[in-house]
Structures are given as structure tokens and as C-alpha cells.
């Protein structure tokens, strides 16, 4: 529907996870992408957004930038999560409409649907409950996100669209253990108590949450599927359709890294939300399924981290 050949395309947030993963995919598209680090254009300062927009004219915008964080950051940060991401956001897309940008794709999150969503959640269970307290205010801030989207497609006929993609993974995720999501954590634990030959390592909470990962490359992969043959007011679920318990997560990762020592659980961390896979029927619907499957993706991310720890 959409050719993104020698487009302009703007990804915004470009050093993280998804951002890059998307540059990465864009390079067999035949387009041009541009990208500014922070020390250029600070997302949360509007007339720097303004200018760079005015000045760099995209045709397409990706809006991968975003505070992100783990359940401990967000129940933690609550204003920088919430604050942060409505400033970014607001900014970008009210300059991609008066840079008359043609098309925009918003990121949301499988966190920001109801904590009793039904399972496999549909994407028009949002907005139907209460959140999940630990994440509220990330959650808040991406609703607003979808809302803008759908509100200068309502208003001013703009062609703009949101993701919602599931817990990602993958190269250039953050490793860091008190801001991480799990998946990083338990590659780092694992790596380390190999390393140190500990007797075991500490998951956080019961185990007994479910969570549905999808590799960033999956996930790049989808966003510029829905970019070339996507159009419609009510964003669309990425995700693999599938889900684990941390539990089993753990397993996996202590196979992959190597670690055959304890696992040991710490009941004072929360568990979050009990389980938040995502219907996937839309977007398989629409024609796109993820290629990299769970047990391989935990190896390249693992080789990843090796690489850079060593
Ligand atoms: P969530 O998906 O928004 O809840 O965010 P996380 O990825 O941070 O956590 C997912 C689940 O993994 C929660 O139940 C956590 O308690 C659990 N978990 C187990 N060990 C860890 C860990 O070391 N770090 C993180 N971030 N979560 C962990």
C-alpha cells in the first residue's frame, strides 16, 4: 500500500533497542534514514524537535523513543516515566503534522493494557479496566500516545498509526539490573554466576507470571510491514502469540548461558501483572508472523552480551 523507497524516514530514538533494529531493517527498503542523537535534538524540548523536523523534512516519522524501564524503574520514576514520554511524544507528533509528515507510527506496549485484560488480549481491550499499579504512569503516558495518533487522524486527516508490541528483547537491550526487564536480567545473572561459579541465582517474585517475548528484529520487521500496508485508526498488536512463566524464561536462559546451579526466588520483588499475552489474529491476519523463535533468540542475545562483557 505504502512504498517506503526513497522515502525520508525519520527513527526517532535510533541507539535503542527497537530504534536501531528498525534502522537496521530499513536499510534494504531503499530509503533514507535520518537520525539525531540527544546531543542534537532533545525530544523534550519542543522547538528542538520543531526545527529538526522543520529543517530535515521527512516524509515518514518512527516514533521509537521513549523512557523505558522495568517494573522496579517504573514503580520507582513514576513522574520521569509519566512526564518524559507525554513531552516526547507531544512533541513529535505535533511537529510530523505541521511538517505536513505523511505517515507516523506511534509505539505502545502490551503494559499498557488492563491488568485483567482478557487472554490473549485483543487490541480493543484498551482502556477497559484498571492498570497495573507498578506501571501506571508509563502506561498513562503511552495511552495518550495512541489517543494523539487517533486524534490527528480524526481531526486533520493525517495518516497515523500506533504498535503495540509485546515485551521485546534482543542486541542493544539494557543490562543494567535495577532498570532491565527480565529478559536482560536473567541473561546477565546467569552469565555472571556461571562466571563466578555461584551455587545460584535470584529471580525476582513467584516465577509464576507469563510474559510473551519478541526478538527486536521480529519486531522491526513488523513495524515496517505495518508502515508499507497499514492504515487505520486502532493500533495493532506485535507479538509472537505466545507465552512462557518466568519460570520456564529462567530455564531457558540458565540452558542457553550454561548455569546449572539453584534457582532461588525473592519474594520482597513484585510479580507485576499475572499474564499479558497478546492476541496476534490482526497483524497475522494482515499477513506478517515472526521468523526468530524464543530458544534462538536467547542465544544470539546471549552471544551478544558475551561479547560486549568480555
Ligand atoms: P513487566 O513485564 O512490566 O512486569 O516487567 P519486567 O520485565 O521487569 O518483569 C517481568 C516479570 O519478571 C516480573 O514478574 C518480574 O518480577 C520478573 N522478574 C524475575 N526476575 C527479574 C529480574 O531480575 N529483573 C526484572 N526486571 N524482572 C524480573
Partial sequence: MHNLSRKRIWVAGHRGMVGSAVVRRLQSEGCEVITAGRETVDLMRQTQVESFLADTKPHVVVMAAAKVGGILANDTQPASFLYDNLMIEANIIEAAHTNEVERFLFLGSSCIYPKFAPQPIPE????NGPLEPTNEWYAIAKIAGIKLAQAYRKQYGRDYISAMPTNLYGPGDNFDLNSSHVMPALIRKAHEAKMRGDKSITVWGTGTP????????DCADALVFLLKNYSGEEHVNVGS??????LELTQLVCDVVGFT??????????DGTPRKLMSADKIRDLGWRPSIGLQEGVETTYRWYRDLSN
Avoid: Q, S, W, Y
Fill in 241 to 246: 502469540g505466545e507465552d512462557v512463566t518466568i
Fill in 210 to 217: 507469563r510474559r510473551e517475548f519478541l526478538h527486536a528484529d
Fill in 261 to 270: 546451579g539453584e534457582i532461588v526466588h525473592d519474594l520482597t520483588k513484585p
Fill in 124 to 127: 480493543d481491550a484498551l482502556l
